[in-house]
């Protein structure tokens, strides 16, 4: 949750929800995950990769999948980067 959205009150404090679950790493992969291109930094891209690779190992599916979708994308990127990137 962000210091913009308030905080849940009464019954509704009581009710689970994604986003009050939702761990700074899944919220980058799934974020991440939409973003078709950018220009950014080799180091920004290893820096998403290993931020990222904690949530391979998640034990939500979906998280796990998007995960690795993110995970591929940023290697792949590091990788086809021109060199001096």
Excluded at 27 to 49: G, M
């Amino acid at each position: 949750m962000t210091s913009t959205q308030p905080l849940p009150r009464g019954i509704s404090a009581l009710i689970p929800n994604a986003h009050t679950q939702a761990t700074p790493g899944e919220l980058a992969a799934a974020q991440l995950l939409h973003l078709r291109s950018a220009t950014v930094p080799v180091p920004v891209l290893a820096a998403a990769a290993a931020l990222i690779a904690p949530q391979l190992e998640d034990p939500d599916l979906a998280t796990r999948e998007a995960a690795d979708a993110v995970h591929t994308h940023l290697l792949a990127a590091i990788e086809d980067a021109p060199p001096g990137r």
